[in-house]
C-alpha cells in the first residue's frame, strides 16, 4: 500500500471540502499505525506549505464515542495555526458538513512528554486553562468512518476558537464546570467537564503517552483541545451558536457562507 | 361523554394503573384503547391514585417536573412539561438502597428546590421561585412506567404519576443566593461509570423555571406549593435505564452529590403489597 498516495488522496479532500468514500472500503489492511502516518504524512505537507503546528486535539474521549467506534481509548490529531479561529466569525468556505463542540482547552509553558506522564506533570507544564469550541468536519461521506478512517482524517478536525480569557489551571474543578450550547436561542446540549474521561486533564495524560510511542511531544505554545464536553451539533448557515462555559463566560459563533 | 361516563371512565383507567403498580405488571398505553384521552382527564386519573394512596397513609412531600427538556417534548409532541406528585414513601436518602418496587427504571441527575415560603398566585417567575426557595439539593429520580415498554404518550404518562418511581436526596442544602443554576454541572454515573452529563441550562433553560412553571399551573388548578415542598426541577441530561444491583451516583460538583444502590429485585408488587396486608383494593 502506498501511504504517500492514500494522504494526498485525504489531502485533496481536505482542501477541496469534498466528500470521499472510507479509506478501510478500498483498503482493508490498513491499520492504526498506517493511519497516523498518513497525518503525520500531511502534517509534513501543510509544514512545508508554511502552515505551523499549534498543538494537538483530541478525540474519542467519551465513553459513549468509544463503544461507538469499538475502541478503549482516545485518538490524536493535529491543529493547525491556519485553521484557528480568531474571532466568532465563521465560513462555511472550506467545509463539507461541520459540526461544533464546546471544550476545555490547555496552553502549555513547559514541554511535555514521557510515557510515565501523570496529571501532576500536566498541571506544572501548563500556563493556562481556556474555554473553547472545536469545528469537526469528516471528510468521509455522512460523517461515516472507522477508527482508521477518523485518525488519517487527522481526527475529524477542521477549526478551532479560544476564548479570550484564559485561566489558571488552580482556577476550578475543571470536571464540575457546566457548559450549554444554545443555537439560535434554543438549549440544544449542556455537559459538564467530566464527560472528558472523567476529567479533561486525563485526555492530556493520555495525548502525552501517545505521543510518547512515536517520538512526539506537547510543546511550548502548544495548544491541545481536550475532547468534545457535550455531543457535536451541526452547523448552518445564519446559525448562531452561544457556547457558555460556567463562571468562566461565553463563546459566541456566527455562521455565515 | 357525560360527567358520569367520564367519571366512571377515569376511575377504571385509575384502577388499572394502580393494579399494574400493584401486580407489578405494566399495562398496555392507555392512549391505545383510549385516543383521546385528554390531559385533564389524565391528571384526574393520576390524583385519584395518589388520593388512595394518601387513604392508606401516605403523603403528599412535594411535586416533580418532567418532560423539560427540548428533546422530551419534540418526542411527546409537547410544547409544555407535566408534573407528578411525590409521596412519602417514595423518599430515599443518600447511601440507601432503593426497596421501591421498580418496574423498568431509569435514573437521572437534577437538582431538588425545597421551599422555605408557599408559591401561590398566577405569573410566578424564576424571581419568585429563587426568592421562595429555602435550599437545593442534588437528586437522583428514578423514573418508572406502569405502561409496557415505556410507550408513552402525554396522557399515558400524566396519569401514571409523570412516569415516576422513586427519589433520592442528597445532604447539602445550597442556598441559591449567587449560584448561577443554569450553569451547573451535573455528572451521573452508574457502577462508576459516567453515562450523562449536562448542566442546569437542560431544563427549560434554568430549572427555576421549572418550578416556576408548576406554580402557576398547580395554581390554576386550585393548588398551591407549600413551604417544605420539596420540587424535583427536571433531568439535566438524558435517562438511563438501571438493574437491580446497579450503584447511582449523582454529583453537581459544590452542590453536592448523592448516591443509591438499586435494590435487588423482590418479590414484586403483589407479595409485597400482600405481606403488608393493607394495600390491594
Known sequence: MDLRAIAEEVWRHQVDATEMQKLTERYPGLTVADAYEIQRLNTDRALSQGDVLAGWKMGLTSRAKQVSVGVEEPIYGRLFRSQELTDGELSLAGLIHPRVEPELAFVFKHRLAGPQVTARDVWLATECVMPAVEIIDSRYRDFSFTLVDVIADNASFARFWLADQAYSPYHCAWDEVGVAVRQNGEVKQTGAGAAVLGHPVRAVVQLARMLAQVGQAVEPGMVVLTGGITEAIHLHRGDEVVVDFDGLGELRLNIRD | ?281
Open chain 2, 1 to 281: 361523554m357525560s360527567d358520569a361516563k367520564l367519571d366512571a371512565l377515569t376511575e377504571t383507567l385509575a384502577d388499572a394503573l394502580w393494579e399494574a403498580e400493584q401486580y407489578g405488571r405494566p399495562i398496555a398505553p392507555l392512549t391505545a384503547e383510549h385516543p383521546d384521552l385528554t390531559q385533564e382527564q389524565a391528571y384526574q386519573i393520576q390524583i385519584r391514585n395518589i388520593e388512595r394512596k394518601r387513604t392508606y397513609g401516605d403523603e403528599v412531600v412535594g411535586y416533580k417536573v418532567g418532560l423539560t427538556s427540548r428533546p422530551m417534548q419534540e418526542m411527546l409532541g409537547v410544547h409544555q412539561p407535566d408534573f407528578g406528585h411525590l409521596l412519602r414513601s417514595m423518599r430515599y436518602g443518600t447511601g440507601q438502597v432503593v426497596d421501591f418496587p421498580l418496574l423498568q427504571p431509569r435514573v437521572e441527575a437534577e437538582l431538588a428546590f425545597v421551599l422555605r415560603s408557599d408559591l401561590d398566585g398566577r405569573d410566578v417567575t424564576v424571581q419568585d421561585v429563587l426568592a421562595a426557595t429555602e435550599y437545593v439539593l442534588p437528586a437522583i429520580e428514578i423514573i418508572d412506567s406502569r405502561i409496557a415498554d415505556w410507550r408513552i404518550q402525554l396522557a399515558d404518562t400524566i396519569a401514571d404519576n409523570a412516569s415516576s418511581g422513586c427519589f433520592a436526596l442528597g445532604d447539602t442544602a445550597t442556598p441559591v443566593t449567587g449560584r448561577n443554576l443554569a450553569g451547573v454541572g451535573g455528572v451521573l454515573r452508574v457502577n462508576g461509570e459516567i453515562v450523562q452529563t449536562g448542566a442546569g441550562a437542560a431544563v427549560l433553560g434554568h430549572p427555576a423555571q421549572a418550578v416556576a412553571w408548576l406554580a402557576n399551573t398547580l395554581t390554576s388548578l386550585g393548588t398551591t406549593m407549600r413551604a417544605g415542598d420539596v420540587v424535583l426541577s427536571g433531568a439535566i441530561s438524558a435517562a438511563v435505564p438501571v438493574r437491580p444491583g446497579d450503584r447511582v451516583s449523582v454529583s453537581f460538583g459544590r452542590l453536592g452529590r448523592v448516591n443509591i444502590t438499586i435494590g435487588e429485585p423482590q418479590a414484586a408488587g403483589l407479595a409485597r403489597v400482600e405481606a403488608k396486608g393493607d394495600v390491594l383494593p
